[in-house]
Nanobody, 121 residues
């Protein structure tokens, strides 16, 4: 099982980034997939989630990112995306892809290595 994030970087406040998560080694479409983030000195927090195949691509978002971030997935190529618009300095964090559960009870057991997002003011 492997999850590889990409797309992070340095961007000015108000800018945009698109993160990608490439999955391999398991039946990716069978699981919900989430993006989490962890800022320095803070706990890891859920940013967005998208449901597994067969549930109409239901999505969920943390309140701080609603209306600015969009999660999507392409099961044909085992990719999940996080489009981040109107970025703010408080969005600065390491962003992690997470999967491995078919429910929303807790985070799945599989994590990527993370990609750094830095938003300058």
């Amino acid at each position: 099982v492997q999850l590889v994030e990409s797309g992070g970087g340095l961007v000015q406040s108000g800018g945009s980034l698109r993160l990608s998560c490439a999955a391999s080694g398991f039946t990716f479409s069978s699981y919900h997939t989430n993006w989490y983030r962890q800022a320095p000195g803070k706990e890891r927090e859920l940013v967005a989630g998208i449901s597994r195949l067969g549930l109409g691509r239901t999505t969920r978002y943390a309140d701080p990112v609603k209306g600015r971030f969009t999660i999507s997935r392409d099961n044909a190529v085992n990719l999940v995306y996080l489009q981040m618009n109107y970025l703010k300095p408080e969005d600065t964090a390491v962003y992690y892809c997470n999967t491995g559960r078919a429910d929303w009870v807790t985070a799945g057991p599989y994590w990527g290595q993370g990609t750094q997002v830095t938003v300058s003011s």
